[in-house]
């Protein structure tokens, strides 16, 4: 998991986002499973960010992805699951949940970037 560069800098900004089928049905199987994963590596490119790990459950997706500080998880959100669900639509009527969770990770724990900052005074 690198670092990744744009014109105003250095980034390093990783997401742990989970969510679901409507209801939680258990759809996310076979091709559709097949077909999902494919789209959501498309769509993370798309947005310049890249998929670190990925798991499609039968009832929810784990997905693992480093993004540009550009995007917001909210934003980031919204696009790959509006991107998903109207491709995969003609399949499942309505296919995700409103809600979803997310996370981020990094290679450094808070207690280290807070020690790190504490250790500036002074400097």
């Not at 105003?8 to 759809?27: A, D, E, L, Q, T």
């Amino acid at each position: 998991m690198s670092k990744q560069t744009h014109a105003g800098g250095v980034y390093h900004i990783n997401y742990h986002f989970v969510w679901c089928p409507k209801y939680r049905r258990s759809v996310l199987t076979g091709e559709i499973s097949k077909r999902l994963q494919a789209l959501i590596e498309e769509k993370a490119v798309e947005l310049q960010g890249m998929v670190l790990a990925l798991e499609i459950q039968p009832d929810h997706v784990h997905l693992f992805v480093q993004m540009p500080p550009k995007w917001s998880p909210a934003q980031i959100a919204f696009r790959l699951k509006g991107y998903t669900s109207h491709v995969l639509r003609w399949r499942l009527p309505s296919l995700w949940s409103r809600s979803y969770y997310v996370g981020t990770a990094g290679n450094v724990s808070a207690a280290t970037i807070r020690r790190y900052i504490e250790a500036q005074k002074g400097r």
